[in-house]
């Protein structure tokens, strides 16, 4: 069956750092990719999303490039806030309408 | 509504008993979903209806667990004798139809706590 698999928090970070949260995938045929979040007290929503290989997806200073050839869609930002201090899941979803989560990544950012 | 909204937006019961969770989506999301979510971890797939059938039941854990939708909007969620194990919050998502690179647009969530 399909997977994700996201890197393990927590992550804290100095504002103004660069960010990588790294997520990969098994999944049969052409998945689209996600990036959700959930900020404290809300509920999950979309962030970027990328529907075929090499698309970028990106949102709020945030990128993910779709990586066929690594099976991979690695979340980045050049320089985070505290206000993105969040949890980020990674997720697939097939051509049934189907999609998969990673288990999540906690990012703290510290002023 | 605005929104996909979810009640109740908590719920605890004793072990044993019988309990109802409701999932209103947008207005004419065709695709609507059921996730399971416990601590530490990403949201665990469940059941999703395309309409008013269920398109893929394979992630319900066992036959306590039963899900409607038969009007096409509204979705109720059914979980018969409640065990401990069963304490999660429970996500319900719709998008606009189940096409491969449609967004998801969830609830609040239903957190269920058995005592």
């Known amino acids: 069956g399909n997977s994700v698999t996201q890197m393990e928090g927590p992550v804290t970070l100095s504002e103004e750092a660069f960010l990588t949260i790294n997520c990969t995938y098994t999944a049969t045929g052409y998945p689209s990719l996600f990036w959700y979040v959930q900020y404290p007290g809300e509920g999950l929503q979309l962030l970027l999303k990328?529907?075929?290989?090499?698309d970028k997806g990106s949102n709020k200073g945030f990128e993910a490039t779709y990586r066929k050839e690594t099976t991979s869609f690695h979340l980045e930002k050049g320089s985070v806030q505290v206000s993105d201090s969040a949890v980020y899941f990674c997720?697939?979803?097939?051509?049934?309408?189907?999609?998969?989560f990673g288990d999540g990544t906690t990012l703290t950012v510290k002023p | 509504g605005a929104g996909v909204s979810q009640t109740p937006s908590n719920k605890v019961t004793e072990k044993g008993k019988y309990v109802e969770l409701r999932c209103d989506p947008i207005s004419g999301h065709t695709a609507l979903y059921w996730y399971r979510q416990s601590l530490g971890q990403g949201p665990e797939f469940l059941i999703y209806?395309?309409?008013?059938?269920?398109?893929?039941d394979s992630g319900l854990p066992n036959d306590r667990f039963f899900a409607v939708r038969p009007e096409g909007s509204v979705s109720t969620l059914k979980i018969q004798r409640t065990e401990r194990g069963d304490s999660a919050v429970y996500l319900c998502a719709s998008s606009l139809n189940p096409g491969t690179g449609e967004k998801l647009f969830f609830g609040s969530g239903t957190q269920l706590s058995v005592l």
């Open positions: 990328a529907t075929k290989a090499d």
């Open positions: 997720a697939l979803r097939d051509n049934a309408g189907k999609s998969t």
């Open positions: 209806f395309q309409g008013t059938g269920a398109a893929d």
